[in-house]
């Protein structure tokens, strides 16, 4: 990451408060016991210990700010606070830079005594469970990867089914007949997004081609600003990105070009551009798991929810797409909400002709995490991952 190290050991204390004291009760037995010796004196009662809150930390690629990524997930924790009140003490550390800075900082929060931390870029993922070796006695949480530990497990969402619907509706907006994608980093997770758009764009319009720019960056606004620049000087009209700034969706706005917000509500940031919001909600899974902690029934495993769990979602759909597209999306999105709609399903055929899913077949989490391709539409080759 490009991020400069801008909070090296700023804790953002966040949701202080007191935890009410338990009163402590004393059973009494039936079993006769011999007559007690009569007091000496009389010991003064002891008031019961307070319990201490469960410290919980968050780490974020980028600042919170009002929009994107990380302004997700901190919304999510917010909902921890307000589920559970006093009972929890939570902490934020905003712009750490993936690779050994973020070790550095997980392995400060867990010797702070955070019995559970968020992890919230894919980058994160070996430091993390370097650290979690350390400190078996803390829940580690990491987002978007694919390695667990007995202490730590994964947990992400399928943001492709927000692009596929997306991708619906740039299809039918378009006069160009070509989507643009800021891409991030050319990992699965970012390659099933750009397939799943041009997928969807090409179910109500076959002549789709997708053209990709890649920033090596999930927060810069300067650069995806120029990727999205770039993409609609080469004729791109309706843009998606994998990035947490509003930079691309201002950039159409700009230009007179449509455009969609990412991981959070963006309609007040490009009001003409903004064709819908594809958003993550994170509040279910950080709620579920605080209580799996306290209740002492967390166990490692991996989770991916979507549109069915209300992890995903394509929100405030702009008034100027058409009544029958929109009407579309909605059956689509109820086939999702009901587990009966793949977004990969075959026959997939790549880019350069060759199938990669057969006919009727369904792309199960295996296939999706080893997703190295373009599909038939998209242009340009994947430069290698760093």
Same mark, same amino acid.
């Given at each position: 990451?490009?991020? !400069?190290?801008?909070?090296?050991?700023?804790f953002?204390? /966040?949701?202080?408060?007191? %935890?009410? #004291? &338990?009163?402590?009760? @004393? +059973?009494?037995?039936?079993?006769?016991?011999?007559?007690?010796?009569? !007091?000496?004196?009389?010991?003064?009662?002891?008031?019961? /210990?307070?319990?201490?809150? %469960?410290? #919980? &930390?968050?780490?974020? @690629? +980028?600042?919170?700010?009002d929009?994107?990524?990380?302004?997700?997930?901190?919304?999510?924790?917010?909902?921890?606070?307000?589920?559970?009140?006093?009972?929890?003490?939570?902490?934020?550390?905003?712009? @750490?830079?993936?690779?050994?800075?973020?070790?550095?900082?997980?392995?400060?929060?867990?010797?702070?005594?955070?019995?559970?931390?968020?992890?919230?870029?894919?980058?994160?993922?070996?430091?993390m469970?370097? @650290?979690?070796?350390?400190?078996?006695?803390v829940?580690?949480?990491?987002?978007?990867?694919?390695?667990?530990?007995?202490?730590?497990r994964?947990?992400?969402?399928?943001?492709?089914?927000?692009?596929?619907?997306?991708?619906?509706?740039?299809?039918?907006?378009?006069?160009?007949?070509?989507?643009?994608?800021?891409?991030?980093?050319?990992?699965?997770e970012?390659?099933?997004?750009?397939?799943?758009?041009?997928?969807?764009?090409?179910?109500?319009?076959?002549?789709?081609?997708?053209?990709?720019?890649?920033?090596?960056?999930?927060?810069?606004?300067?650069?995806?600003?120029?990727?999205?620049?770039?993409?609609?000087?080469?004729?791109?009209?309706?843009?998606?990105?994998?990035?947490?700034?509003?930079?691309?969706?201002?950039?159409?706005?700009?230009?007179?070009?449509?455009?969609?917000?990412?991981?959070?509500?963006?309609?007040?940031?490009?009001?003409?551009?903004?064709?819908?919001?594809a958003?993550?909600?994170?509040?279910?899974?950080?709620?579920?798991?605080?209580?799996?902690?306290?209740?002492?029934?967390?166990?490692?495993?991996?989770?991916v929810?979507?549109?069915?769990?209300?992890?995903?979602?394509?929100?405030?759909?702009?008034?100027?797409?058409?009544?029958?597209?929109?009407?579309?999306?909605?059956?689509?999105?109820?086939?999702?909400?009901?587990?009966?709609?793949?977004?990969?399903?075959?026959?997939?055929?790549?880019?350069?002709?060759?199938?990669?899913?057969?006919?009727?077949?369904?792309?199960?989490?295996?296939?999706?995490?080893?997703?190295?391709?373009?599909?038939?539409?998209?242009?340009?080759?994947?430069?290698?991952?760093?």
């Open positions: 990451m490009n991020h !400069p190290v801008s909070k090296r050991s700023l953002k204390l /966040a949701g202080w408060s007191s %935890l009410a #004291a &338990a009163a402590a009760l @004393v +059973g009494c037995g039936k079993k006769e016991e011999p007559p007690a010796a009569a !007091p000496t004196a009389a010991a003064p009662a002891s008031a019961p /210990a307070a319990a201490e809150p %469960l410290k #919980a &930390a968050w780490i974020y @690629v +980028g600042p919170v700010g929009a994107g990524w990380s302004y997700a997930h901190d919304l999510g924790r917010k909902e921890v606070e307000a589920e559970f009140g006093d009972k929890v003490k939570t902490t934020i550390v905003e712009k @750490v830079p993936e690779g050994a800075d973020a070790e550095r900082v997980i392995r400060d929060l867990a010797a702070q005594g955070n019995k559970v931390i968020f992890a919230t870029s894919f980058g994160y993922m070996e430091p469970l370097k @650290v979690a070796s350390e400190f078996p006695d829940k580690f949480e990491h987002a978007t990867g694919y390695k667990t530990a007995p202490n730590m994964i947990y992400d969402a399928k943001f492709f089914e927000d692009t596929y619907l997306a991708g619906m509706i740039a299809g039918s907006m378009t006069k160009t007949n070509t989507l643009g994608f800021v891409g991030s980093f050319p990992i699965p970012v390659l099933r997004n750009i397939n799943a758009f041009t997928l969807g764009a090409q179910a109500v319009n076959p002549k789709i081609k997708t053209k990709v720019v890649w920033v090596s960056t999930w927060f810069d606004p300067p650069k995806e600003t120029e990727a999205a620049q770039s993409l609609i000087n080469g004729g791109a009209d309706v843009l998606l990105q994998n990035t947490d700034s509003t930079a691309v969706l201002q950039t159409a706005e700009k230009n007179g070009k449509y455009a969609f917000g990412w991981d959070s509500d963006m309609s007040a940031f490009a009001t003409k551009a903004h064709l819908g919001s958003v993550a909600n994170w509040g279910g899974y950080y709620k579920k798991t605080i209580k799996e902690v306290m209740d002492g029934t967390w166990k490692t495993e991996r989770t929810w979507g549109v069915k769990e209300g992890q995903n979602d394509l929100i405030k759909v702009s008034d100027a797409v058409p009544e029958d597209i929109r009407k579309k999306v909605d059956e689509i999105k109820a086939q999702m909400k009901a587990g009966t709609f793949e977004v990969f399903k075959g026959p997939v055929v790549d880019n350069t002709g060759k199938e990669r899913l057969a006919k009727d077949a369904t792309g199960d989490q295996d296939w999706r995490d080893k997703i190295d391709f373009y599909v038939k539409g998209v242009e340009g080759k994947i430069p290698a991952a760093k």
